[in-house]
Every structure is written in C-alpha cells, then in structure tokens.
C-alpha cells in the first residue's frame, strides 16, 4: 500500500528537472519510459555503475531525484546529502527481508508470503523511513526463479502506480508506520548459503536447490 498523497499531482511550485535512474542497462528502457509517459519534459539520466553514478551528479539542476530500481549499487553518503529532496529506492523484498538477494533467504526459510518495498534512501542500506511495502503469497513449490520474476512483477506495478508522483511532485512522499525488521543480508551470507558441501544430506541440498537456484556451487 501507499501513504496518501495529498492535492493534485504536479501541485508544487518547483517542478523536477532531472532524475538519476540507477538500475540494469535491461531494466533501464522501460523505466525511463514509464516516467516519461508522466512528465515527457523530464530529463532521465540511467546509470549502472557507481563510476556512471557519480558522473551524473557532476552538474545538478536545482530539483533533482535519485531513484535506485533492484540496483546492487550502494550510493555513497556524500551524494545523497547533495540531493534537495529524498532518494528512493524500489527494493524487491519486504521490510522484513533488508539487503541483497532477498528472495534467496526467503525460500531457504521457507517463507509463506514475500513483498516489495519503497523507502527513502539513507547511508545505511534498507533502513530509510518506508512509503510504499506490498505483501503476497508464495506460491506452494515456487522456486527462485518464480519467486523473483513474481516479485519483480509486482515491484514494476508499483513503480509504474509511483511514477507520476516521483516525476512531479517534488515534497517528500508520505511515510507508512512499517518498520523493517529481520536480518540484513550481504551478498558474502547468499554466497555460503549457496555451496554445497560433501556433509549436507538430500534434505538440505534440496531446500538449498530451490532457494538458490543458478547461485547454487558445490565446494
């Protein structure tokens, strides 16, 4: 769900003149698009890289948004303190699944139901205040794969729902009372999660199997 959102779209005296998308050369196109379809005026500048990153901050116009789509990137403190406004970031996991390859964690748990969250960016990864986290069921037998295309589906429909706001609007979005909770998970914890070794018994490697799917290495 989203906070509300007050008065009309495009309300504020100052409009929005560049957005820094920072997301997959895949994912770029079609985002750039969903945003332009709402603000063709715009000028959207994707990024990939860190290197990119601090390129297109090398010369702010005076309103400028950052807005982080399934990025690994993790954006420096000094660059989010040169923004005017917030940054957010569409992260494919819920508040109770912070930091990277949530689905993974999430299926080796066995997880009922999954989600997606939006929240302001801080210099601490997964932490800034939520304003959009949606929930749903996993479905029974899902694996990697399905879960993340699933969860990428839903995070698309929200990012689209979202983007008239993130191009227009240039206060702050609402903020929902969700907290997030759980272990933060790094990129080093999937890595050992997904190595197998000669000790584990069939139980295990399959629970294994199914939460990390091509990530899965045998030591």
């Known amino acids: 769900?989203?906070?509300?959102?007050?008065?009309?779209?495009?309300?504020?005296k100052m409009s929005i003149s560049r957005i820094i998308l920072l997301t997959s050369e895949a994912d770029a196109p079609i985002l750039v698009d969903v945003l332009h379809r709402h603000n063709s005026a715009i000028d959207v500048i994707p990024v990939a890289t860190l290197e990119a990153l601090h390129g297109a901050f090398a010369h702010l116009p005076p309103i400028t948004r950052l807005l982080s789509f399934c990025s690994p990137?993790?954006?420096?403190?000094?660059?989010?303190?040169?923004?005017?406004?917030?940054?957010?970031?569409?992260?494919?996991?819920?508040?109770?699944?912070?930091?990277?390859?949530?689905?993974?964690?999430?299926?080796?748990?066995?997880?009922?139901?999954?989600?997606?969250?939006?929240?302001?960016?801080?210099?601490r990864v997964d932490s800034g205040p939520i304003v959009t986290a949606e929930w749903f069921d996993?479905?029974?037998?899902?694996?990697?794969?399905?879960?993340?295309?699933?969860?990428?589906?839903?995070?698309?429909a929200v990012y689209q729902r979202m983007a008239p706001y993130m191009v227009n609007v240039t206060r702050p979005l609402p903020q929902l009372m969700y907290r997030w909770s759980g272990r933060k998970t790094s990129k080093a914890q999937c890595e050992d999660l997904c190595r197998l070794t000669p000790e584990m018994d069939e139980t295990e490697i399959a629970r294994r199997d199914r939460a990390c799917g091509i990530f899965l290495r045998r030591s």
């Open 138 to 156: 996993i479905p029974t037998g899902a694996d990697l794969g399905e879960l993340e295309s699933l969860s990428r589906a839903y995070l698309l």
């Open 1 to 12: 769900m989203m906070g509300s959102l007050k008065g009309p779209v495009g309300g504020s």
């Open 73 to 123: 990137v993790i954006v420096p403190a000094a660059l989010l303190a040169t923004l005017p406004s917030p940054a957010y970031n569409f992260h494919p996991g819920p508040p109770e699944r912070p930091g990277r390859y949530p689905s993974v964690f999430a299926l080796y748990d066995n997880d009922a139901r999954f989600g997606v969250t939006v929240h302001e960016m801080l210099p």
